[in-house]
């Protein structure tokens, strides 16, 4: 049961197989099996692959089953139709573009084996990616509210500046009145005189403008500082929205990128490895020998070929003899007086009539 599976998998004709040797039957078991397993793992390579892409496994299950069908297809499709011959470079020829497309096979079934087996080395290098990505988000976003925030910030600092000159000019005029009541400066006179009340009252008015001018600046920092904590929750919001984007990056294309950075030789030999179950079948039938099984295919083609040669050239020589026959049957009646006269009467009767129907046409006409 398992053997005749096999063999149906191989694409063998088994109307011919079943006269073959057990060795035969067995021989073409073993590509079957090759091309049903090939076919497994085709179906599990997609079924991985098209999960990281639908992230649904029953999607997934289905989509790699259907590719699992297609690869067994063209596989069996690939060694049925490479017959042997007698010449091995007319079998290598045949063989070449079966052989292509068993490469582009083997790299499509490996690849998503390839991510399967190196996830945890995949993962890290997406990691680091992802970090990557988020450092350079964040600071493509801070450069939209930079030049804002610096505006901010180059206020606050202005003003700061100005206040803290008025309060070194007013503390600069506290201490000339201060002297000038002392008699260290100034008019150099002991006491609260007319030059020293002058001085009062110029400290007292710069004082009284440090005063509204503090005022002034504290609403302006607060509305500064104000514009800034918003601008600082936007910054923050934009982050946040576009994070779960980054945070996503884990498609298929990405993961063979983040492949790329990976050693290439073990790839390369999982590669190999796909590649030669591949295309075992095809090196299976080019250096096997001549069996049975090819014998006897080839002289049920040659027969068939024979056969529809003789039925074609049969009714070539067929048509040919009608042809002469029917060539001969009228010369010989050319001759047949009797025929002859009978066609002769017949004309004149169509004649006859010809010319009275035109006579009757004319007399109507000349009325």
């Not at 499509?108 to 190196?118: A, C, H, N, Q, T």
């Not at 990505?133 to 964040?138: C, K």
Request: hydrophobic content about 45%; overall charge neutral.
């Amino acid at each position: 049961m398992i053997q005749q599976f096999f063999i149906l998998c191989s694409g063998a004709d088994r109307d011919v197989l079943d006269h073959c040797s057990r060795g035969e039957k067995n021989k073409y078991a073993g590509i079957g099996a090759t091309v049903f397993f090939t076919a497994v793992l085709a179906a599990i390579a997609a079924s991985y692959a098209l999960f990281t892409v639908f992230d649904n496994i029953y999607r997934a299950i289905l989509f790699g089953v259907l590719w699992g069908f297609v690869i067994f297809n063209l596989d069996r499709f690939i060694v049925s139709t490479l017959k042997k011959q007698d010449k091995w470079y007319k079998e290598f020829g045949m063989a070449v573009p079966r052989l292509i497309l068993a490469v582009i096979i083997a790299l499509v079934i490996s690849k998503p084996l390839e991510l399967k087996i190196f996830e945890k080395e995949i993962d890290r290098v997406m990691l680091s990616q992802k970090n990557e990505f988020t450092v350079q988000n964040q600071g493509e976003i801070l450069a939209q509210f930079t030049p804002e925030m610096n505006k901010l910030d180059a206020l606050i600092d202005q003003t700061k500046a100005e206040v803290a000159a008025k309060e070194t000019e007013v503390n600069n005029l506290y201490e000339i009145y201060i002297a000038e009541a002392e008699g260290t400066a100034g008019t150099e006179l002991l006491g609260k005189g007319p030059v020293y009340q002058e001085k009062r009252d110029k400290h007292d008015a710069a004082l009284a403008e440090l005063t509204a001018l503090k005022a002034a600046a504290a609403e302006k920092i607060t509305a500064a500082e104000t514009q800034k904590t918003v601008l600082t929750n936007q910054f923050n919001t934009a982050v946040s929205s576009s994070q779960p984007i980054i945070n996503n990056f884990d498609g298929l294309m990405a993961r063979i990128d983040a492949m790329k950075e990976l050693p290439w030789l073990p790839s390369f030999f999982i590669f190999l490895l796909f590649l030669a179950i591949e295309t075992a079948p095809i090196f299976a039938k080019l250096i096997s020998p001549k069996g049975e099984y090819d014998i006897k295919l080839a002289d049920a083609e040659a027969t068939i070929k024979q056969w529809s040669a003789q039925k074609a050239m049969q009714r070539k020589i067929l048509t040919e003899t009608d042809h002469i026959l029917n060539d001969r049957v009228y010369t010989d009646l050319s001759q047949d007086e009797e025929l002859y006269n009978y066609k002769k009467k017949m004309a004149r009767e169509i004649l006859k009539r010809q010319q009275d129907a035109f006579y009757r046409r004319q007399t109507k006409i000349l009325g």
